[in-house]
């Protein structure tokens, strides 16, 4: 690794290690998994408590962190941008060096319950997936929040604005019209579009994933031939883990673009 | 040295700098003056790298500016605004510059001392006043001995101490060779700081030339007066 | 222990008592004066023991016709050549044991078997291996046999031409014990089978069913695996069925059921273990079940009940992380559900007395929804979906209003 990169990340993490922020968030998800396994009964209940958590509010905190960042420290941006240092090292100094903090504080939080509690062992596909999922989805959205920060670096209550509504549309809103779209169109088979559709939404996509790894008996119960194929095989983890990477990689790519060609 | 050819910028309908032309020869300490909005700051951040032109071609030491980076390490940058990472300590914040830009800080300890930085190293930057901070802002901007320095409203936030001091600092590079250029509002400031003035008026360079000539063009005694008639007759 | 000396000494020292002093034994070995297993039969007396070193033995249609005691040492194999039935016994008080059986013959019409059981009674089957087989072990008007730790195991996917692995026709008073059948069309098959005990077998990978259980009552079942069968257990068509501490796990696919229960009365299913099944327990036409103490987990429907089923009574049973809890095809409710414990439940527990203060709805509006779109299966566990489903359970419009439990546990039932 670009040892001027590693010193940027390392600056970052220091830094938000001393802010305490991300430690409080890491406390909170060991909090929650600690007392869901223990009075929430077995390992999959609380995994699937825990990925029901996580897919609601991770993207949520990613967005507002990464979008914060970019609010808070524009002057100390500007700064570097001074320096004789390229602006593409740069963006991934910063970015690896404030995601990975939030993502290692929910793979932590949530790891370590699921350790003592020996669900590690037992439930360790699993677990892994929850914990994976979880990080994935921290770099996505810390990653789209860094973004909207960019895009609106003038105006922090659109940038908020607009950050808010993405995650409602995606959180909530996106599969009450994909439900909509099913029953408007029930007439005609749906199987093909609805997978694409869920494929476009980062949240559902990690959703699949966790249906496929606690509800395929139940999903093995539907009759249609693309569902069982893609359900049944191989193929709906692949195709949702490699959408998930294209998520990482499209809005972190734009935001590498739009870093380097912006006006500071 | 810079050159500056017919440098064209717009911020969407805004056109902020109207092609500009201007060449500043290495050792020359200038000040750029103007009202507020006239595009002094854009042609500063544009000189950094900060801000992408339109059109038109930047040299700063023979290099010319295309997203490239290297030539920023002969650039010392004083920001008129500064703020820093809360949890950082002072120290902590020279050295991660220093990483940065691998370059020897040969003026570190003396800066310290000249500004009276000693006692406020291992604070965080956060409780420091904002003198302090532009003192550390100053420090960050002369340590690599740099050729070039850029001062954005140097002494907003100083004491008259220290504004005394930072003013002799200045000098001292001035008569090292270095090339200076200030922007402020303050133009006894400039009087005493540079020889030379640059006035932007709407995105163009209304005068450039030494301070001596200016004065006498305009039969005045100071700067400030000289500005103002320039001002009225735009 | 007691009960296992008492049926030791029946079953060894009752039927041998009479030929005791007269018994003999006689050995078969590829090499020895006595190389064929037929020879051996025919040389027998009554209550004579054949030993049958190991060794590989070509034979079909060997036809046991008094009482002998068959005994295999280190595991010889019979051979069957892909012909015909290979052990047939047509005598009380026969014991076969020790054996590898191979190839037997494979027929549409006529039912193959390594084993035959032909209108015979105190029988024990015990200890062998078959593979390669049409039937395994099969029982045809027999009372009072034991089958035990036979492992049956061949591998044809096709359901018709593939048997069962230990087949009971019109039989009474069986004991089938820990037997592990792999491979076959249904495990265990019974049909007209009164008082039948099974336990402790291990039944998977069968094309159909693990256990088939036909017009056969009063009998019982329990400590037996059912695991990745083609279409899981059924039991139909028979009452006062016993079902106990039995695991059923992994039974997927459309037609797949944990336990399927189809015209049956007056029975019990306790103490069971339902685990990533598609449908746990499917009930059809059945009616004063007791479904008490098990443990579902994991399942895509933990029940699936429908409308032509009444009195059934589900108690005391924990349903955990099901991704459907309870499906049924009409807004009617005959059935009882009381005192579970559902891990989706959401209510609260003011008095602490560990039974939650509102009922729970298992029926969610999310199975009503995949049942009239089920596309729309792609969008479980959305957000969207649970507060459909949380709205839906504060006012069910959709859902069987009747169909709660009204005294929802707040702690798992150990």
């Known amino acids: ?264 | 040295m810079i050159e500056i050819n017919d440098l064209k910028k717009s911020f969407g309908n805004l056109e902020v700098l109207k092609g500009m032309n201007l060449a500043i020869p290495k050792g020359q300490a200038t000040g750029i003056v103007g009202p507020n909005g006239a595009g002094k700051t854009t042609l500063i951040k544009t000189i950094l790298g900060l801000v992408k032109p339109d059109s038109g071609t930047i040299r700063v030491n023979d290099i010319t500016l295309n997203g490239n980076w290297q030539y920023r390490r002969d650039i010392g940058y004083m920001p008129q605004v500064a703020r820093y990472p809360e949890n950082m300590k002072v120290f902590e914040l020279l050295e991660f510059i220093k990483g940065l830009r691998k370059q020897e800080a040969l003026f570190e300890d003396e800066l310290i001392e000249q500004f009276n930085l000693g006692p406020e190293l291992e604070k965080f930057l956060r409780t420091l006043s904002g003198g302090n901070r532009q003192k550390v802002g100053a420090t960050l901007a002369m340590m690599f001995n740099p050729g070039l320095l850029f001062f954005d409203e140097p002494t907003a936030g100083l004491d008259p101490k220290a504004s005394q001091k930072f003013k002799q600092r200045v000098k001292n590079e001035k008569e090292n060779g270095k090339t200076v250029i200030i922007t402020s509002h303050i133009m006894s400031e400039l009087e005493q700081l540079v020889d030379y003035v640059i006035f932007i008026l709407d995105g163009n360079i209304r005068y450039y030339g030494s301070m001596k000539n200016l004065l006498t063009e305009s039969n005045e005694e100071r700067l400030e007066g000289a500005i103002a008639s320039m001002m009225d007759v735009a | 222990m007691k009960r296992i000396a008492k049926l030791l000494f029946c079953l060894v020292f009752i039927p041998a008592a009479p030929f005791l002093s007269a018994a003999q034994v006689i050995t078969v070995s590829t090499d020895g004066s006595i190389s064929s297993i037929q020879q051996a039969i025919e040389l027998a007396e009554p209550g004579d023991v054949i030993e049958v070193q190991a060794g590989t033995y070509v034979a079909n249609n060997l036809e046991i016709t008094k009482p002998l005691t068959l005994r295999g040492i280190n595991r010889p194999l019979i051979d069957g050549n892909g012909e015909g039935t290979i052990l047939v016994i047509r005598a009380d008080n026969v014991t076969v044991q020790g054996f590898e059986l191979r190839n037997t013959g494979r027929s549409y019409v006529r039912d193959y078997a390594a084993i035959l059981i032909d209108q015979a009674r105190d029988f024990v089957v015990e200890d062998n291996h078959l593979f390669n087989v049409f039937f395994g072990i099969y029982l045809a008007e027999t009372d009072a046999g034991i089958v035990r730790n036979n492992h049956i195991e061949s591998y044809d996917r096709r359901e018709a031409s593939s048997g069962n692995g230990i087949h009971l026709w019109y039989v009474r008073n069986p004991r089938i014990i820990g037997n592990r059948v792999t491979g076959m069309r249904d495990g265990i098959y019974l049909e007209f089978v009164e008082n039948a005990r099974i336990h402790s077998n291990i039944s998977n990978g069968n094309n159909r069913y693990g256990l088939h259980y036909m017009f056969s009552n009063g009998g019982t079942y329990y400590d037996n695996t059912f695991r990745e069968n083609g279409a899981g257990v059924a039991v139909m068509y028979s009452e006062n069925v016993d079902m106990k501490n039995n695991l059923f796990e992994h039974n997927w696919g459309p037609s797949s059921y944990g336990l399927l229960l189809k015209d049956m009365r007056q029975s019990n299913i306790e103490g069971n273990r339902f685990y990533k099944n598609t449908v746990a327990i499917y009930s059809e036409s059945s009616t004063n079940i007791l479904i008490k103490g098990n443990h579902i987990e994991q399942n895509g429907w933990a029940v699936n009940i429908k409308s032509s089923s009444a009195r059934n009574h589900f108690s005391e049973n924990n349903f955990i992380e099901n991704s459907f809890d309870v499906r049924t095809d009409s807004p009617r409710n005959n059935n009882v559900f009381e005192g579970n414990y559902w891990s989706h439940y959401e209510g609260y527990d003011l008095d602490r007395n560990g039974i939650g203060d509102v009922p729970y709805r298992p029926v969610s509006l999310f199975s009503v929804i995949i049942e009239k779109q089920p596309e729309s299966l792609i969008l479980m566990r959305s957000m969207f979906i649970r507060l459909l489903d949380t709205a839906e359970r504060i006012m069910p419009v959709l859902t069987p209003k009747t169909l709660y439990d009204e005294q929802p546990k707040m702690h798992r039932i150990q």
Do not use: C
């Open chain 1, 1 to 264: 690794m670009n040892t001027l990169l590693l010193h940027i990340s390392k600056n970052e993490w220091k830094s938000l290690l001393r802010g305490k922020w991300v430690v409080g968030y890491g406390l909170i998800f060991l909090l929650l998994t600690d007392s869901l396994l223990r009075f929430g009964g077995g390992g999959p209940e609380a995994l699937l408590s825990l990925s029901n958590v996580m897919l609601l509010f991770i993207p949520l905190v990613g967005m507002i962190y990464g979008i914060l960042y970019i609010y808070q420290s524009r002057e100390f941006v500007e700064l570097l941008l001074t320096q004789p240092i390229d602006r593409k090292v740069l963006y991934w100094g910063l970015f690896i060096g404030i995601s990975t903090p939030l993502m290692l504080a929910f793979v932590l939080g949530s790891l370590l319950p699921l350790g003592w509690h020996g669900i590690l062992m037992v439930d360790s596909a699993a677990s892994a997936m929850v914990l994976g999922l979880g990080a994935v989805l921290t770099l996505i959205f810390v990653s789209l929040g860094f973004l909207f920060g960019l895009a609106f670096y003038d105006d922090r209550i659109k940038g908020f604005g607009f950050t808010i509504v993405v995650w409602l549309f995606l959180a909530i809103l996106y599969d009450g019209l994909v439900l909509m779209l099913v029953f408007t169109f029930g007439q005609y088979p749906l199987e093909r579009f609805v997978i694409a559709v869920s494929m476009l939404n980062p949240i559902d996509l990690a959703r699949i994933m966790v249906m496929l790894e606690f509800d395929v008996s139940a999903l093995m119960g539907y009759t249609g031939a693309v569902f069982n194929r893609f359900f049944g095989s191989g193929l709906g983890t692949i195709a949702a883990s490699s959408m998930l990477t294209l998520w990482l990689a499209i809005p972190t790519w734009i935001g590498l673009r739009v870093f380097n060609k912006k006006d500071f």
